[in-house]
Nanobody, 115 residues
Framework: QVQLVESGGGLVQPGGSLRLSCVVP????????MDWYRQAPGKQREWVAR???????TYADSVKGRFTISRDNSENTAYLQMNSLKPEDTAVYYC?????????WGQGTQVTVSS
C-alpha cells in the first residue's frame, strides 16, 4: 500500500549520530515542502524541521545546530541528519508534507539516545 516510509533510527549513545530517511509516495516529490516531526511516549507530536522545494531549511530551537534536513528528489526522499544526539531526542520520528500534509502518518522510526 502507498504510505510514508521512515527509516534509519536506532539506539545510540549521547553525542552520537544517525541519519533518518523518509521515502514519500506518489509523484511530484520535487514540488513538496517536507517536514520532520517526533513524538515521545505519552507526549504530543512536535515539529522538528522543514525543507522547502528549493532546499531552504528551518528547525525547532531544540535541534538547531545539531540536525540538518535535506532532500534527494531523484530518490523521493527527505533526510534528517542528527548529530550530537541527546537523551531528550529520544522519540519516534515521522515525516510528512509541510503545506498539504498527507492525512495519514507512516510508522515512524524509533530513535533512542541512551548511555
Amino acid at each position: 500500500q502507498v504510505q510514508l516510509v521512515e527509516s534509519g533510527g536506532g539506539l545510540v549513545q549521547p553525542g552520537g549520530s544517525l541519519r533518518l530517511s523518509c521515502v514519500v509516495p506518489g509523484t511530484g516529490f520535487s514540488l513538496l515542502v517536507m517536514d520532520w516531526y517526533r513524538q515521545a511516549p505519552g507526549k504530543q507530536r512536535e515539529w522538528v524541521a522543514r525543507i522547502t522545494r528549493g532546499g531552504g531549511a528551518t528547525y525547532a530551537d531544540s535541534v538547531k545546530g545539531r540536525f540538518t534536513i535535506s532532500r534527494d528528489n531523484s530518490e523521493n526522499t527527505a533526510y534528517l541528519q542528527m548529530n550530537s544526539l541527546k537523551p531528550e531526542d529520544t522519540a519516534v520520528y515521522y515525516c510528512n508534507r509541510g503545506i498539504t500534509p498527507f492525512s495519514y502518518w507512516g510508522q515512524g522510526t524509533q530513535v533512542t539516545v541512551s548511555s
